[in-house]
């Protein structure tokens, strides 16, 4: 079970599969790192997880890449707000929601729907950490 404050950097995101089914849209992020699961210092050891966005009645807008894409362009659009580079392990927000990512003037995938969760997947690796000198 995640710790409360756990979060996903998605800075750069790095798209590896976009596909529908069974009503919703399935958004897989390939080695993000979670800082707050993060030990030792200087090096930091911050390990690397694959995980999963879902928008529930999902619909892709727009699809112009060829996958995998990194971008540090996105943002996640939801009633009341919207979120940029850190997403909480345990994300869930109404819509409507529309997930964009690439630069604003020229977005390459754009899913809507009704809802949107994040789903923490397995580890996947380490990455060092360390502080400026």
Known sequence: MPSVGDAID????VVRVVSKENGHVTITFNRQPCYS???GENPRLVPLFNCKVYILNGRIELMNVQLPLETSDWEVFFSGGSRRFFLPTD???LGPVRFVLGPKQSPRIVV???RVTMELGE????VEHGLAP
């Open 10 to 13: 998605l800075d750069p995101a």
């Open 37 to 39: 699961r993060g030990v």
């Open 91 to 93: 994300f869930d927000a």
């Open 112 to 114: 809507a729907g009704d």
């Open 123 to 126: 580890q996947v690796g380490t």
